[in-house]
């Protein structure tokens, strides 16, 4: 099993442009989860989908958009992108059928916006 | 607003040394998961405690829940390189949908 997968690892926009990252989970899983890191701010919940057809926004909605493709994958949008929105992206699966929402996560999108 | 406050923000400190590193909260939780995040890589459970008061020992390191369900501490005995990283906090209520992340410790073991 492959786990939690993101692509890509490393990407370098320009202010204005728009780009798309992947996320995808092989353990059947119905929650997933976007999650920005910034120094010094911890995680960030950006968007979550408790199931598969369901979106929710988290705490820094702004400036992103989601789409549950289907059980496995979870994508996240930036329409234009801002220099803010430099940061490491993680994408992440939970078991709702766990009591405590133990999280897998992905190895990260490394973003940086010029 | 819950506020979680996680302590010290850095540490660093010889290989051999013993160390502990705080999760403090205002608000009571139903459980608390801890995480490591090594460089360059996503967060990785390490445990979930539950109980008010509850040990668990995961090989050198000894987590423990709060008997108010509001803090919890992590103990390392013998810390060596591969025991460098960020570690978070994540309390979780009951019937909310999502985890709430301390901002972390950054360990560092010096060889």
């Not at chain 2, 999760?23 to 995480?35: D, E, G, K, M, R």
């Not at chain 2, 967060?43 to 020992?57: F, I, M, Y």
Request: with cysteine; proline share 5%; glycine share 8%.
């Amino acid at each position: 099993n492959a786990g939690v997968t993101q692509t890509p690892k490393f990407q370098v926009l320009k202010t204005g442009q728009s780009m798309t990252l992947q996320c995808a989970q092989d353990m059947n899983h119905n929650s997933m989860y976007w999650y920005r890191q910034d120094p010094g701010m911890g995680l960030r919940l950006i968007y979550y989908s408790a199931s598969e057809g369901t979106t929710d926004k988290g705490e820094v909605p702004n400036g992103y958009n989601v789409s549950r493709l289907n059980k496995r994958e979870f994508s996240l949008r930036l329409e234009s992108a801002a220099p803010s929105q430099t940061s490491v992206y993680f994408c992440a699966s939970s078991d709702v059928w766990t009591l405590y929402n133990e999280q897998f996560f992905g190895p990260g999108t490394r973003l940086t916006v010029l | 607003t819950q506020l979680l406050e996680q302590s010290p923000q850095f540490l660093s400190i010889q290989e051999g040394e013993n160390l502990t590193v705080y999760c403090n909260s205002s608000s009571v939780f139903s459980s608390l998961q801890w995480y490591r995040q090594e460089p360059g890589e996503g967060p990785v459970l390490l445990v979930t405690v539950v109980t008010g008061g509850e040990v668990k020992k995961l090989k050198r390191l000894t987590f423990q829940f709060g008997d108010a369900r509001k803090d919890s501490s992590l103990h390392i005995t013998a810390a060596q390189p591969g025991d460098t990283g960020l570690y978070l906090c994540a309390p979780f209520r009951t019937g909310a949908n999502n985890l709430f992340f301390g901002t972390g410790t950054r360990l560092t073991v010096i060889p």
